[in-house]
């Protein structure tokens, strides 16, 4: 039997919001956690280019989990 770890491990995807700005995007950005990866939460930001001059928008992005509340 294989071991999941929590980088494989599927979450379903939830609606979020960031609770604090990361990587560009501001604190309030509406979105979903769509996975887990390296000890992190996967979001996926509703709008992608309502971002910062200074980043580049993404598709997903890398989140500690204290970042982000879903609701479910």
Known sequence: MDQMTDA???IPAAPGVLTAGCD???AGT???VV???DGCLEFAPDAP???ARWAR???TLLVPA???ATVR
Request: aromatic share 10%; net charge positive.
């Open 8 to 10: 494989t491990l599927p």
């Open 24 to 26: 560009g995007y501001r």
């Open 30 to 32: 509406t979105g979903a």
């Open 35 to 37: 996975g887990r990866r």
């Open 49 to 51: 280019e309502h971002v």
């Open 57 to 59: 928008p993404r598709a």
């Open 66 to 68: 204290s970042f982000v």
